[in-house]
């Protein structure tokens, strides 16, 4: 099918919204987007092709849209293959220490202290490489996720009012509970940051969609024996990194089945996520008994909470630097800015080396740059970009070099 174009055609009132929209688009997907680079960017296996153009009645983007929106699945499970291409150099695992010490998970101090079952840190590891999932659902109330390792798997399962995660390589065990009035986490419970289906990227993009957007149809494809329509995000505007977003929307249910994000310099995806198999047939019960393994170490929520914060110096560095965080620009060529507070550039040294190491790490493949702002060094994937200037301000987001030099610049 060819592609259908959006109709540009809006009242008063839907042109309100669309301003809302960016507004929060600028709050939450920049900032996103910031730390996708340490948390929040999977995807799915490249090889993972789509089969045949099925014949579908013709929809416009805002039927397609709208049927995400009215989308209200709540039984399903099936199989999620992820990988991500940010096209960043082999760290030799420095990325896993430093976010194992931003999350407070094992070896954060050196000191063995918290749980390696701990979602926070657990579903960090989604950040690059290729992962496969299999995920479950059955209402609010009951959900697993489970990350399928080499000889080993991690599972994160909340059924009624107890969060369990399990991770089997150390047979160790993480237990919190919800609130069990309205569903939600209580605040020793850890919420699920990053992003681990297609629909869980569809609803972030989504966000996004403004008058800075291009939507459209553009055909039909066929995912884990599904009909579904395939609905185009692109940017209008220059200067964005993201070359487009595409949603595989499933043509009965409007569930995203698979989620593709290519850079505007061409090559492979960067973010390809998407459903191998699926059902939406009730789960078994049985898929979210757990009952922790003889000799498993369990480690109940408000003990982790009480672990020592000492082997913690870069958490509380970020921290403090986001407190004034700041967006400047609107729509994809949003960017957030923040000062550290510390001048000299790239951070060089700290007691347990976290932050000296992440230094070297951005200063071993980052562009230096010159402007009115002074000097800095740009630190680059395929996707986000960061500034940081020699006095400490941070600029970053899904935009070129050229853009962060310009921010910077219009700072002063």
């Known amino acids: 099918m060819a592609p259908i174009d959006s109709d540009d055609n809006r009242t008063a009132g839907e042109g309100e919204e669309l301003r809302a929209g960016r507004r929060k688009a600028a709050r939450y997907v920049v900032p996103v987007a910031v730390m996708g680079v340490a948390a929040a960017t999977i995807g799915l296996v490249p090889a993972l092709a789509d089969s045949g153009d099925p014949d579908l009645p013709k929809v416009t983007a805002e039927q397609l849209i709208e049927k995400i929106a009215k989308s209200d699945v709540q039984q399903m499970s099936g199989t999620v293959r992820i990988n991500t291409d940010l096209g960043l150099p082999d760290l030799g695992g420095l990325e896993s220490g430093?976010?194992?010490?931003?999350?407070?998970?094992?070896?954060?101090?050196?000191?063995?202290?918290?749980?390696?079952?701990?979602?926070?840190?657990?579903?960090?590891?989604?950040?690059?490489?290729?992962?496969?999932?299999?995920?479950?659902?059955?209402?609010?109330?009951?959900?697993?996720?489970?990350?399928?390792?080499?000889?080993?798997?991690?599972?994160?399962?909340?059924?009624g009012d107890d969060v369990w995660g399990y991770d089997s390589r150390s047979n160790e065990v993480y237990h919190s509970t919800t609130s069990g009035s309205d569903g939600r986490p209580e605040k020793d419970v850890p919420e699920k940051d990053v992003p681990a289906t297609p629909k869980d990227f569809a609803d972030q993009a989504l966000k996004a969609v403004d008058d800075t957007t291009s939507v459209t149809v553009g055909g039909t494809a066929q995912v884990a024996g599904r009909d579904a329509y395939r609905l185009v995000v692109e940017p209008k505007q220059d200067g964005s990194t993201v070359g487009?977003?595409?949603?595989a929307?499933?043509?009965?249910?409007?569930?995203?089945?698979?989620?593709t994000l290519t850079p505007a310099s061409g090559?492979?995806?960067?973010?390809?996520?998407?459903?191998?198999?699926?059902?939406?047939?009730?789960p078994d019960a049985s898929t979210f008994d757990f009952t922790p393994p003889e000799g498993a170490k369990v480690t109940?929520?408000?003990?982790?909470?009480?672990?020592?914060?000492?082997?913690?110096?870069?958490?509380?560095?970020?921290?403090?630097?986001?407190?004034?965080?700041?967006?400047?620009?609107?729509?994809?060529?949003?960017?957030?800015?923040?000062?550290?507070?510390?001048?000299?550039?790239?951070?060089?040294?700290s007691p347990d080396g976290d932050l000296g190491?992440?230094?070297?790490?951005?200063?071993?493949?980052?562009d230096q740059v010159k402007g009115d702002f002074g000097s800095g060094t740009v630190?680059?994937?395929?996707?986000?970009?960061?500034?940081?200037?020699?006095?400490?301000?941070?600029?970053?987001?899904?935009?070129?070099?050229?853009?962060?030099?310009?921010a910077a610049d219009a700072a002063q």
Not at 267 to 282: P, Q, R
């Open 98 to 159: 430093l976010m194992s010490g931003m999350s407070g998970g094992p070896g954060a101090g050196g000191d063995g202290e918290g749980s390696a079952a701990d979602p926070s840190a657990k579903l960090t590891e989604l950040v690059s490489g290729s992962h496969t999932l299999r995920v479950a659902a059955d209402g609010p109330d009951r959900q697993k996720l489970s990350l399928l390792e080499n000889a080993a798997e991690y599972s994160l399962i909340h059924n």
């Open 244 to 247: 487009a977003i595409t949603v």
């Open 357 to 366: 190491a992440l230094g070297g790490f951005l200063g071993s493949f980052g």
């Open 300 to 349: 109940e929520a408000d003990e982790s909470a009480k672990a020592p914060e000492h082997g913690r110096p870069a958490e509380g560095a970020l921290a403090e630097g986001l407190d004034g965080l700041k967006v400047v620009g609107e729509g994809w060529n949003a960017i957030a800015t923040f000062d550290t507070g510390a001048g000299g550039g790239l951070p060089t040294a």
């Open 267 to 282: 090559g492979a995806a960067v973010v390809d996520v998407g459903f191998t198999e699926v059902s939406f047939a009730k």
């Open 379 to 406: 630190f680059k994937t395929r996707l986000v970009n960061a500034l940081i200037t020699d006095d400490g301000k941070v600029y970053a987001g899904a935009v070129t070099k050229d853009a962060l030099v310009k």
């Open 249 to 259: 929307v499933d043509a009965e249910t409007g569930t995203p089945l698979k989620f």
